[in-house]
């Protein structure tokens, strides 16, 4: 089982565009949501009222500012999941074969019945991409919403990951990263899509598309809003006036 | 990483129980009949009572029997099944030391290798763990090697061996140190190859996901106690290696200062395998800015 498959019929996977996430957190919170009523244990959550409130999250956006050697700096939200990697491996090191990647779709899914919980998947990921429950004592990732995508009861524009769905940006995108035909892998080609820590080499499926570079000019608008009365007329003009030899 | 207090007691104590079971199928001590039988019973409560340690951080222990499945791939299923096999292995040869009073050499030989391999594997788990680059180096398993026949040659009362096995062990202890020390910046990994936008500029975190702490953080980004490193290191080695190689070859001999220095020699131990952890720095810690 924690072998894993040399070949995947297909590699599904997200493509997260950068350039377009706000960091509004949507994501985060329609993920819990469907995650924690669906497929498995409960994303269970720890003193969740009180002063140090923590929890199990299947997806996180972390804001970094980034600096450049000349000009402005700028802010960039980074949504982070796992990245259904190839040459996973959280999958080789689970001693019991409760983590696996599938034939069929490439997705790295935890069989929860067979999770004793030691925590190795969580060390060997390079991503922070697997949080243990702390109430379950199982590992818990990102299923990629396997069961929305094919999911016959719902209607067919909700068969994608809760993430995807609910982004109000349209910054996340769901596809067949192997197939180069697919709308996804178009989009990753055309933006320049990449791999977070390649030198990992753990072959990620899910790619990040990089901010666009800013345009120079702050606002084409900004020369036709300039003041066009400088000097004050009429009664205002009188006021002005007036009021400058009282003061 | 965080220092979990039942996998440093199941490293230390695992690695001596193993490492007095290699020694007693070289037949060294060649004791026969109760005074072997206390050997075996000190080896094997080391050895156990530090596997079943290893099980208390577990999540869902009940299961812990399917951790012996998938040798072909991880380590942790490897070292389980080794473990049994140099067990059971042992367990057969000690019947023939302590009960038949003979030595079956070659059953022996082959206890002692499996023993050895056990460590072997407990040492991979760690060095196979690449987003860890302090531990994914060969220094590991030659360190739990190492650990395990000084510390086994020690109990085993082989005091000839143990003692320059002690200064060989605090030497290579600082070496994997000095090396260690530089993994993490050899590693290629930083905040920039992690969220890719090392091309715009330099990348700092500018707000963190969540207010506050997680079990990422917790278990992976283990920052407390790090200013205290120094100190822990010299008195780690003190304890580890120089007191008890002293007490060991300077005179008086005496049965109660060999004990007093194996106390030593593990409480040296338990301190640097706690920095064994705590000192680990895992990639995930870039994502939040820390290490």
Redesign the interface.
């Known amino acids: 089982?924690?072998?894993l498959p040399t070949h995947t019929e297909k590699k599904l996977g997200l493509v997260i565009d950068?350039d377009t996430c706000v960091?509004c957190h949507a994501c985060?919170v329609s993920c819990k949501g469907w995650n924690t009523e669906n497929y498995g244990a409960p994303l269970s959550d720890q003193n969740p009222y009180g002063a140090?409130?923590?929890?199990?999250?299947l997806n996180?956006?972390?804001?970094?500012?980034?600096?450049?050697?000349e000009g402005a700096?700028?802010?960039?939200h980074?949504p982070?999941s796992c990245l259904h990697c190839e040459d996973a491996?959280c999958?080789?090191?689970?001693?019991?074969?409760?983590s696996y990647k599938r034939v069929e779709d490439g997705i790295v899914l935890v069989n929860e019945s067979?999770?004793?919980?030691?925590?190795?998947c969580?060390?060997?990921?390079?991503?922070?991409a697997r949080?243990?429950?702390?109430a379950?004592?199982?590992?818990k990732k990102c299923t990629l919403c396997v069961d929305r995508i094919y999911n016959e009861n719902l209607p067919e524009e909700d068969r994608e990951p809760a993430c995807v769905r609910t982004c109000p940006a349209g910054a996340r995108h769901f596809g067949d990263l192997g197939d180069a035909e697919s709308d996804v892998s178009k989009l990753v080609a055309e933006r320049g899509g990449?791999?977070?820590?390649?030198?990992?080499?753990t072959k990620p499926v899910n790619k990040?598309l990089?901010?666009r570079p800013k345009d120079e000019q702050v606002d084409i608008l900004a020369p036709f809003l300039e003041p066009v009365a400088q000097e004050a007329k009429g009664f205002l003009g009188w006021l002005d006036k007036t009021l400058e030899r009282i003061g | 990483?965080h220092p979990a207090p039942s996998i440093i007691f199941f490293t230390v104590f695992s690695g001596i129980g193993f490492g007095l079971l290699a020694f007693l199928g070289l037949g060294m001590p060649d004791y026969t009949g109760f005074t072997a039988f206390i050997f075996f019973l000190i080896a094997y409560v080391f050895a156990v009572g530090g596997l079943i340690s290893s099980t208390f951080?577990?999540?869902?222990?009940q299961?812990?029997l399917?951790?012996?499945?998938?040798w072909?791939?991880?380590?942790?299923?490897r070292e389980?099944c080794l473990s049994v096999a140099a067990l059971s292995v042992m367990g057969l040869y000690a019947i023939g030391v302590v009960f038949l009073d003979t030595h079956w050499k070659l059953l022996g030989l082959l206890g002692a290798a499996l023993s050895l391999a056990t460590v072997f594997g407990t040492s991979m788990?760690y060095t196979?763990?690449?987003?860890?680059p302090r531990w994914s180096h060969w220094t590991t398993p030659v360190l739990f090697l190492l650990y395990a026949i000084a510390g086994g040659a020690f109990v085993a009362g082989q005091t000839s061996i143990a003692a320059p096995l002690l200064l060989a062990l605090g030497a290579f202890q600082c070496v994997t140190w000095f090396i260690g020390d530089k993994q993490f910046a050899a590693?290629?990994?930083t905040?920039e190859?992690?969220?890719?936008?090392g091309?715009?500029?330099?990348?700092?975190?500018?707000?963190?996901?969540?207010?506050?702490?997680?079990?990422?953080m917790e278990?992976?980004v283990y920052v407390v106690g790090r200013k205290h490193v120094r100190t822990l290191r010299i008195t780690g080695i003190l304890c580890l290696s120089l007191l008890p190689y002293v007490l060991l070859v300077v005179p008086p001999f005496h049965h109660l200062i060999s004990f007093v220095a194996l106390l030593l020699h593990i409480a040296g131990a338990l301190m640097t395998r706690w920095l064994f952890f705590a000192e680990a720095e895992?990639?995930?810690g870039l994502?939040?800015d820390q290490r």
């Open positions: 089982m924690t072998q950068l960091g985060v140090d409130p923590s929890g199990t999250f996180r956006v972390h804001s970094y500012e980034v600096t450049p050697d700096a700028m802010t960039v980074f982070k491996p999958v080789t090191v689970c001693p019991t074969g409760a067979d999770c004793i919980g030691c925590g190795l969580a060390w060997a990921c390079p991503y922070g949080e243990m429950d702390q379950e004592g199982v590992m990449m791999d977070l820590m390649p030198e990992q080499g990040y990089p901010p | 990483m951080h577990l999540g869902n222990p299961r812990a399917k951790a012996f499945t998938q072909k791939t991880s380590w942790l299923s389980g788990i196979q763990i690449k987003t860890v590693s290629d990994s905040i190859t992690a969220t890719g936008l091309h715009m500029g330099k990348v700092r975190m500018f707000e963190a996901p969540h207010s506050s702490k997680n079990y990422l278990e992976m895992h990639t995930v994502y939040y």
